[in-house]
């Protein structure tokens, strides 16, 4: 080959990467990271809002009232086939009235 030919070859570019770049680099990002954990820590230092209480959670039972106790037999217990009639109710505690109750009403 001749020499003409060798010195139109394009050479690589060279990189201009010195340990001067990299060092500053990671100084830098060192410095950046110190900085936000410093930042970081320095939060806890603030106040803090007090803590609130509890909320307590409280159960409360509905009593219904119970229903009007009325003197009788219970549906259940009746048929229509019997010999004599009953009064309806929801109780045999006590003495039946004068007159029976609709069952639709009990």
């Given at each position: 080959?001749?020499?003409a030919?060798?010195d ?6 060279t ?6 770049v990299v ?8 410095g950046?990271h ?19 209480r509890?909320?307590?959670?409280v ?7 119970p229903p009007?106790l009325i003197?009788?037999m219970t ?7 019997g ?5 309806v109710?929801?109780?045999?505690y006590?003495?039946?009235g004068?007159t029976?109750k609709d069952p639709?009403?009990?």
């Open positions: 080959m001749s020499q030919v060798l139109n070859i394009p050479t690589a570019p990189r201009d990467r010195s340990l001067a060092g500053v680099f990671l100084l830098v990002s060192l950046l110190v900085g936000g954990f410093w930042a970081l820590g320095e939060g806890d230092a603030r106040s803090r809002p007090a803590p609130r509890p909320v307590e959670m159960m409360v039972e509905v009593v219904k009232p009007p003197v009788g549906m259940s217990s009746t048929t229509s086939a010999s004599f009639a009953a009064p109710g929801n109780t045999a006590g003495r039946t004068p029976a639709k009403d009990v």
